[in-house]
């Protein structure tokens, strides 16, 4: 078989020497998700099977429905985390900022940073960052078996599942056929797409199905009909007895009417507000709309935060940045 990440082969061999011996820490990004979770398991459980002390940390607690990705792998919170010297490795983080201050403080200098994100300048001593894979998970994927580690079945579904959420299920144009690829190798290893689908899809709560009531009812279209945005106010995650980690995939349902090309959620908590972006095609660049303010990801799906703003104003800059974007798109296809 040739070679996923040729670019990578003689780097990651060089780096998982410099490993032994170290106490490690991998970390992955606040509010974590399907890729993050997923290559944070992989790659503790690899590096463990030659013989390295690592743990998982997250900012926060894994989401109920990925918690069958996590099986017995320890992930701890920063607080969880012993004292004394740790090796840091961050995977699925655009940016450092993205773990939270708390990690940012102690490790001020990240050792590796494992990413796909379009937006990652490379922030670490050593770092493996590649923006044409559709998932970090699908990165790692390539990784272990371009150098044969051992790949156990747990280890598979994380992997799996990592690639299966950050394709939406193979949807996005970010699949590719390497992507295929890789995702048979895991299913020869154990992987089970039924078992992912059904705790990824079909666990939804009653809280949920209220949420997205509430995020469906509140939808607004701009821009000619071009971007859809819904919001969601402070305090509905009491009123429906849901939390953050339930707007996964809401987004979505946005980007999915038929004439629409962005789909955008706002949320507002604590007098922040937060913005997820989602693009049909990767031309709108909304990475690079969510960087005017200061956040990134990728260029059909990126996120940010922002304070000192009500959802109203922040909702016209946003829409007047979109508009823009959305113009230049159409003068480049007019030009072409």
Do not use: W
Request: aromatic share 8%; net charge negative; hydrophobic share 45%.
């Amino acid at each position: 078989m040739e070679l996923i990440y040729p670019e990578f082969y003689d780097r990651f061999a060089a780096f998982l020497r410099v490993l032994e011996g170290r106490r490690i820490v991998v970390i992955a990004h606040a509010r974590p998700d399907g890729d993050c979770i997923g290559s944070q398991v992989a790659l503790s459980r690899v590096l463990k099977t030659i013989g390295l002390d690592v743990v998982c940390a997250n900012p926060d607690s894994v989401p109920r429905r990925l918690e069958f990705a996590v099986g017995d792998t320890p992930i701890v919170r920063f607080d969880g985390l012993h004292s004394g010297d740790y090796t840091a490795i961050y995977v699925d983080c655009a940016d450092q900022s993205r773990a939270g201050e708390k990690f940012k403080t102690r490790f001020p200098a990240p050792f590796a940073n494992i990413d796909h994100h379009l937006s990652n300048i490379g922030f670490a001593e050593h770092n493996f960052i590649d923006v044409g894979s559709a998932a970090t998970a699908e990165i790692l994927a390539g990784l272990f078996l371009d150098h044969g580690l051992t790949i156990d079945v747990q280890t598979a579904q994380a992997l799996y599942t990592g690639i299966a959420t950050d394709t939406g299920q193979f949807r996005f144009h970010s699949t590719s056929r390497r992507t295929f690829l890789i995702a048979a190798e895991l299913m020869a290893r154990g992987a089970r797409p039924a078992v992912a689908a059904t705790e990824l899809y079909e666990r939804e709560t009653a809280g949920k199905l209220q949420l997205l009531q509430h995020f469906l009812a509140s939808f607004r279209h701009e821009c000619g009909g071009r971007v859809c945005i819904g919001t969601l106010p402070d305090g509905i995650y009491q009123a429906t007895g849901t939390s953050a980690e339930d707007t996964e995939g809401l987004v979505d349902y946005a980007r999915s009417i038929d004439g629409v090309e962005i789909g955008v959620l706002i949320e507002e908590a604590a007098g922040a507000i937060k913005a997820s972006l989602r693009a049909k095609d990767p031309a709108y660049r909304v990475d690079q709309v969510a960087g005017l303010f200061k956040g990134g990801g990728h260029a059909c799906a990126a996120g940010l935060n922002v304070k000192g703003m009500t959802i109203p104003e922040f909702q016209a800059k946003l829409v007047a940045a979109l508009a823009d974007r959305i113009a230049a798109v159409a003068a480049s296809k007019k030009s072409s």
